[in-house]
T-cell receptor
């Protein structure tokens, strides 16, 4: 298996622009997670899906952030409009059928820089 | 509710020395505990996990961790550090039927030659 795939790996944009991050989870995994990692705040859970349905989006910082999962093999995280404080590394992770001891499999991340 | 505290944002050791990374958890029910490692410019990957079987858990790359309920701890150790162990290490807890782990802030391991 190729693992969790994220694109792009790096994104540089200007303030006010729309940014779309993409994720392909591991085939057969039921859970998909979006995280943000910064030096100041560490690893933050933004939102997670179970069987393509958003379950908890309480970590989404504000309405400028939105996430979708139209099918089991694809998810997007969109920021519109982007701001410099959104600069971070964004990770997508997936997990097998629900169990408290199932590990999460992380993608390589997207490093976002908003100028 | 569940939470994780990792003591020390940075730990520095010499190559060949003992590695000890500390993790304390808080959980109202028996927890499942994990250690993940993040190498530079990569995502997190699982080192080891405790799932209520043996309290001493062995992971990859010579790491192990011991679950101590009385101390609510799950410290990560390795007898002899290698330069390639330099990375960020995260402790995580999952409990109460939640499938969503809570991650600690991470500890950066620095290995000196």
């Amino acid at each position: 298996d190729a693992g969790v795939i994220q694109s792009p790996r790096h994104e540089v944009t200007e303030m006010g622009q729309e940014v779309t991050l993409r994720c392909k989870p591991i085939s057969g995994h039921d859970y998909l997670f979006w995280y943000r990692q910064t030096m100041m705040r560490g690893l933050e859970l933004l939102i997670y899906f179970n069987n393509n349905v958003p379950i908890d989006d309480s970590g989404m910082p504000e309405d400028r952030f939105s996430a979708k999962m139209p099918n089991a093999s694809f998810s997007t995280l969109k920021i519109q409009p982007s701001e410099p404080r959104d600069s971070a590394v964004y990770f997508c992770a997936s997990s097998p059928r629900g169990s408290p001891y199932n590990e999460q499999f992380f993608g390589p991340g997207t490093r976002l820089t908003v100028l | 509710a569940q939470s994780v505290t990792q003591l020390g944002s940075h730990v520095s050791v010499s190559e060949g020395a003992l590695v000890l990374l500390r993790c304390n958890y808080s959980s109202s029910v028996p927890p499942y505990l994990f250690w993940y490692v993040q190498y530079p410019n990569q995502g997190l990957q699982l080192l080891l996990k405790y799932t209520s079987a043996a309290t001493l858990v062995k992971g990859i790359n010579g790491f192990e961790a011991e679950f101590k309920k009385s101390e609510t701890s799950f410290h990560l150790t390795k007898p002899s550090a290698h330069m390639s162990d330099a990375a960020e290490y995260f402790c995580a807890v999952s409990s109460g039927g939640s499938y969503i782990p809570t991650f600690g802030r991470g500890t950066s391991l620095i290995v000196h030659p």
